[in-house]
């Protein structure tokens, strides 16, 4: 395998603690294909993905990358990067087709392998419980805004426990509660595609709940389960100091931050939002707050970029600014903040960014290499930010990259590539790109080549802290 990316012998490095975890991150429905495989139900990705208008393309995740039957070979392939970590998510209908009820055993038997094998592999699994692909028969009792699912959803937490706590010490609950309630039941570019603004305010207050009985369900049954939850967390800068465009931004803010934030390291919603929202407020039982309020092993950071917000509460494209594929700024210093930011605000445990990268438009050269210069920047730029915060004194345990290859992007099916291994959806070819080799050589050199600048850069952050203290 080329691997051509080698680090110069630099006299200045940017290096991390040596237990600082590197991960790559996956999520069940984007990458393991094999929808009826194995006795597995149908989800509500299954179901939406099938319907027309849906998905860029028509494409669904009906075979993905197929890593249900690849898996031993993508394993191979995570512990050539040097992996330390990798994060996937457990398919809910894989375990119960039903939803709930009697369990499939060939499912808990896949991940039963997967475990395995990254163990052996030296590579420590983070396992996701909730990536977005509810079963369908429980979408058919409301989904979401049925509260009886964040039981099920304990129920199915303490299976998974029961058959893999003796080998998996790091869970995430639910994978962004925010992008679940806004995407699939607000604006309904997702699945379940529901567009209902009240119900959506139900379901994230439903999900936080099903966090908090599951971070319960793993810890009764283990009780060295480290567990946390992962937030979509993207800052906003107003467009400019005028009052109304900084007011603009602070309220997007309270909304898709501080409402998951504040329950979980508050144990109460922001009060101002509460007014706001009136009537839409979601109903909440006498003891929701203390469950979703107990304390977490970590908190999931998810980071891809900032929003900048007009007056009008408009997102602004910023002129000069880089902006991926998907259209998002490249804002690795807002990372920085966000992380000093909420350090500051809340009384956080240790973080893990449990998902960082970005989409570019990959070709394979002729010698069928993928020179992804822009995704590697991206990467050594969020790194950076993510070190000199850790400088300034935020206490980050480690990075998990999204993704670890090309997958099901949702709503843009295959049509966006944030992979640091590119898949070749006809064949299945795995080929490590240039920003994977790097991300490679980082983990074994536990970090990069920089130059002064940064380094002093590095030093002034440090000497920031001393003084705060
Ligand atoms: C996050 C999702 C992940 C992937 C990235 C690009 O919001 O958790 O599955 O789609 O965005």
């Not at 080329?2 to 991960?23: A, D, E, I, K, L």
């Not at 299954?46 to 039957?69: K, L, P």
């Not at 290499?369 to 993510?386: A, G, Q, V």
């Not at 843009?412 to 790097?438: A, C, L, P």
Request: hydrophobic letters at 35%; charged letters at 25%.
């Amino acid at each position: 395998m080329p691997n051509n990316v080698s680090f110069p012998n630099s006299q200045y490095s940017v290096t991390f603690p040596r237990n600082f975890v590197w991960g790559a991150a996956t999520a069940a429905y984007q990458i393991e294909g094999a929808w009826l495989a194995d006795g597995k139900g149908e989800s509500i990705w299954d179901r939406f993905s099938h319907m027309d208008g849906t998905i860029a393309n028509g494409d669904t995740g009906d075979v993905a990358c197929d890593h249900y039957n690849r898996m031993e070979s993508d394993v191979a392939l995570m512990k050539e990067l040097g992996l330390k970590a990798y994060r996937f998510s457990i398919s809910w209908p894989r375990i119960f087709p039903e939803g709930f009820g009697s369990v499939n055993l060939a499912g808990l038997d896949f991940y039963n392998r997967l475990v395995d094998k990254l163990l052996e592999a030296n590579i420590q699994p983070f396992v996701t419980l909730y990536h977005w692909d509810l079963p369908q028969k429980l979408q058919e009792i409301g989904g979401w805004t049925n509260r009886e699912v964040t039981s099920h959803f304990a129920d199915y937490a303490a299976v998974i426990t029961k058959h893999l706590g003796d080998r998996v010490s790091n869970w995430i609950t639910i994978n962004e509660p925010w992008v679940v309630a806004n995407y699939g039941y607000k604006s309904g570019e997702m699945a379940p595609g529901i567009k209902d603004e009240k119900l959506s305010l139900q379901v994230a207050h439903h999900l936080l709940v099903a966090h908090g009985k599951a971070t319960q369900a793993l810890r009764s049954d283990n009780s060295s389960a480290q567990v946390g939850i992962s937030h979509f967390l993207r800052p906003t800068a107003p467009a400019s100091r005028d009052p109304r465009d900084v007011e603009a931004a602070r309220s997007t803010w309270s909304r898709d931050g501080r409402w998951f934030l504040d329950p979980i390291f508050k144990a109460y919603y922001p009060p101002d939002i509460w007014n706001e929202y009136g009537t839409r407020a979601p109903r909440v039982k006498p003891r929701d707050m203390s469950l979703i309020s107990q304390n977490l092993d970590f908190l999931g950071v998810n980071y891809y970029t900032r929003n900048v917000m007009s007056r009008e509460g408009q997102v602004l494209k910023v002129p000069g600014s880089k902006y991926t594929e998907m259209g998002w700024e490249v804002t690795p210093d807002a990372l920085q903040k966000l992380l000093l930011d909420i350090s500051k605000e809340y009384k956080l445990p240790p973080i893990y960014i449990t998902e960082n990268g970005a989409a570019f438009e990959d070709q394979l050269t002729e010698a069928g290499e993928c020179e992804d210069e822009d995704r590697l920047s991206y990467i050594r730029d969020h790194l950076l930010h993510t070190r000199i915060a850790m400088e300034q004194g935020v206490d980050v345990r480690g990075y998990f990259l999204w993704s670890l290859m090309d997958n099901f992007e949702w709503a843009y099916g295959f049509s966006k590539r944030f992979g640091i291994v590119h898949v070749d959806f006809k064949t299945q070819k795995r080929t490590i790109k240039k920003s994977g080799h790097w991300y490679s050589n980082v983990i074994r050199n536990f970090g990069f080549p920089t130059e002064k600048q940064v380094m002093d850069k590095i030093a002034m952050a440090g000497s920031d802290r001393t003084e705060r203290k």
